[in-house]
């Protein structure tokens, strides 16, 4: 059988699914997730999903090849459609931009049930998640940082609770709950990030705009790692 072991990124979401929650893995690709899970015994049940044909099949494949057809069903779906009346308790996004798996969420109203978790691991556009996770009322639990071949992953676990929240442009960026002292990780993002801005606000003085919305985030990535030190 095969013996499937994920890399840092999907580490990272795997963490945060609950043991012997029921799962579905949408965008599975392959089923790496699901597939990890039951042979850790987290899970005993999965739907590992996918909108494209060929992604099912690797996800059919790599099923069998583990042994685990019995617990793990492969359905071809957009999202999260159809599956509203399964019972499922946990949800795994991972590998695709913010805004898609944003737009996946705001499609299935039922996810909005507070036993139900999100565990999303935006590929781009983290910003964009996080505004749409505060604006629809769902709470962030919690975030972690992955590092795979030199590129930095959020996973970001959310459930909803119904009362709708504002974060700020730095909490958007970087998240709802930073550590009093950041993570070499975290650190990294916010080096990037203010190298990026830089380059931005030149751009706008260059254009004669003030550039002000990114300045006011230099600004207070710079206080952040200041008042961390
Ligand atoms: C880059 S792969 C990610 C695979 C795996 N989840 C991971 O993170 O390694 C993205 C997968 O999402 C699927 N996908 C894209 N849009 C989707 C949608 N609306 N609903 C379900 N799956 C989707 C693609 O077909 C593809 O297999």
Redesign the pocket.
Same mark, same amino acid.
């Given at each position: 059988m095969t013996k499937i072991r994920p890399d840092s990124r &999907?580490l990272s979401a795997s963490a945060y699914v609950r043991q012997g929650g029921f799962l579905a893995? /949408?965008? =599975?690709?392959h089923a790496? &997730?699901p597939v990890y899970l039951c042979q850790e015994g987290i899970i005993s049940r999965a739907l590992a999903?996918? /909108?494209?044909e060929g992604?099912c099949l690797r996800a059919q494949k790599t099923i069998k090849s583990a042994g685990l057809t019995e617990q793990i069903t492969v359905v071809q =779906?957009?999202?999260l459609q159809g599956l509203e009346d399964k019972g499922i308790s946990d949800i795994t996004i991972?590998?695709?931009g913010g805004e &898609?798996i944003a737009s /996946?969420l705001e499609k299935a109203p039922f996810i909005r049930d507070k036993n139900i978790r999100l565990i999303l &691991?935006p590929m781009t556009k983290v910003a964009a998640l996080r505004l749409f996770l505060s604006e629809n009322g769902f709470l962030i639990e919690g975030e972690t940082l992955s590092s795979v071949s030199g590129k930095i992953y959020t996973c970001i676990c959310a459930s909803f609770e119904g009362t709708p929240y504002t974060l700020s442009p730095f909490a958007l960026e970087f998240g709802a709950h930073l550590p009093a002292s950041p993570s070499p990780l975290l650190k990294t993002l916010m080096e990037k990030k203010k190298r990026d801005l830089k380059k931005r606000i030149e751009g706008a003085k260059k254009a004669g705009k003030d550039g002000e919305k990114d300045t006011l985030l230099l600004n207070e990535i710079e206080r952040y790692l200041y008042d961390c030190r």
């Open positions: &999907l893995d /949408i965008g =599975t690709d790496y &997730l999903c996918d /909108i494209a992604p =779906t957009d999202g991972c590998g695709m &898609l /996946i &691991l």
